[in-house]
DNA sequence: CGGGGGCTTGAGGCCACTCAACGATAGTGG
DNA sequence: CCACTATCGTTGAGTGGCCTCAAGCCCCCG
């Protein structure tokens, strides 16, 4: 076999665009928006899955609970991306707004319809699907096989790629949330942020810690193992 | 939001009749036969996908590797099972003979061009690749969340639906396999595997420690929490 | 200005890991 | 058929990385 060298591929941003559904193609495919406050819940797992969504703006968790309320994490959704997008007719999460979010919302039937007909939407389901596994398989090494620091430098690199506005990283979500995304505490996730700090590796914005600079993504990626 | 009590709901053993794909049906579609031997690889992670893979007997392990050796492995095939089933060209796991193992094949592109003009094949794609999602979601939760007794009887239970013949499971995997799928150090499963069945909780069938008998399901059920 | 939540940091504990020894089993070759 | 060997699994002792518990700071926000 060969060993993998290509970066993690964390579902890309996607579009309702990608889908192929647009609101002038296809004027029967309701786009409507809904603004949630801060903290509160999206779906919860279990419900019926009647709406796929788009963050237009703001974040999404999406998490599991254990009976005794231990938390994982499965994803981060940020603007641009679609969640909620379910083949069977139950949620598998419950999703929360970290911060103040607006969504775009799609009739999962109306959905549906539409990719029974379009074999390219069809397509774009099971790739949209497909990034999803792909970013599951990669956590699951992580979650499985990663040290704490290795955790919080891959973290660190994927919200890069997928938020960065020049350099900086206003990270939405609090160590906690973090920490239950990596399968840490919230202690364990300071103190890494810490050591890179104290490392020159990562250096902190403004008065709260959310804002982040990666001053050495060279180092860090050394952090993360090439998996 | 709703806890849920469904059970884990890993991939259930599926067909290539459940694609809609029979030699019959679909000449074209050419139905190869190959037999691995124990410990050999079938494809590496980054090797082009170009087949699709059904197990015929025996079982097969999809494991990850960190550069310096760790391995997370994502998920076991059994007989029945389908796997190396990929969307982009790549394979995303290195998938190796845990027995004796004999697949039945499918040409990658045969399946793509079927599914182009067949919808219910299509659906039949987008609906294994969410299995396996769901499975990797269960995972992630497991991974990142669980003790290791907790792991150690969510393995059994899956592996009892799984594969169960009246009660005796032969397991076909070492404590290295088990213990890298669930995350821990074989030390670590063992020594689950002991306390179990010093509870009466388990039993052991044979020379070998790798037939286990379930002699009190519930009692290990209440062991993986509901998730 | 007081209260509360989020974050950091320290001290101590525990669960899983590491290292090691041993027994049992299956496979190998004489 | 019987050593011989390698592999696998179990068990024990000790370590260590992450967790737990706690205190304190800072910032935000009423």
Redesign the interface.
């Known amino acids: 076999?060969?060993?993998?060298i290509?970066t993690d591929p964390t579902p890309r941003p996607t579009s309702l665009g990608e889908l192929g559904i647009t609101s002038d193609s296809n004027p029967k495919v309701s786009l409507n928006e809904f603004t949630y406050k801060k903290g509160t819940?999206i779906?919860?797992?279990?419900?019926p899955a009647d709406y796929v969504y788009q963050v237009k703006t703001g974040a999404v968790r999406s998490y599991?609970?254990?009976?005794?309320g231990?938390?994982?994490i499965?994803a981060f959704h940020l603007v641009g991306d679609i969640f909620g997008l379910?083949?069977?007719n139950e949620h598998?999460?419950?999703a929360e707004a970290i911060v103040s979010t607006t969504v775009r919302l799609i009739k999962r039937r109306s959905l549906e319809m539409v990719a029974?007909s379009d074999?390219m939407v069809?397509r774009n389901?099971?790739?949209m699907?497909?990034d999803?596994?792909?970013h599951?398989?990669?956590?699951?090494?992580l979650?499985?096989?990663?040290t704490s620091l290795e955790r919080v430098a891959a973290f660190l690199i994927e919200m890069d790629r997928r938020l960065t506005a020049a350099g900086v990283m206003p990270l939405p979500m609090s160590r906690r949330d973090i920490a239950?995304y990596?399968?840490l505490t919230l202690e364990t996730v300071s103190r890494a942020l810490s050591r890179l700090h104290e490392h020159g590796i990562i250096g902190f914005i403004g008065s709260n810690q959310r804002q982040i600079v990666l001053l050495n993504r060279r180092q860090l990626a050394t952090l993360d193992?090439?998996?």
Do not use: C, I, P, W
């Open positions: 076999m060969f060993v993998r290509t819940e779906y919860g797992e279990t419900e599991k609970l254990l009976s005794d231990r938390r994982q499965g379910e083949n069977g598998r999460f419950t029974e074999a069809s389901l099971l790739s699907t497909t999803n596994l792909q599951a398989e990669n956590h699951m090494l979650l499985g096989r990663k239950d990596l399968g193992l090439q998996n």
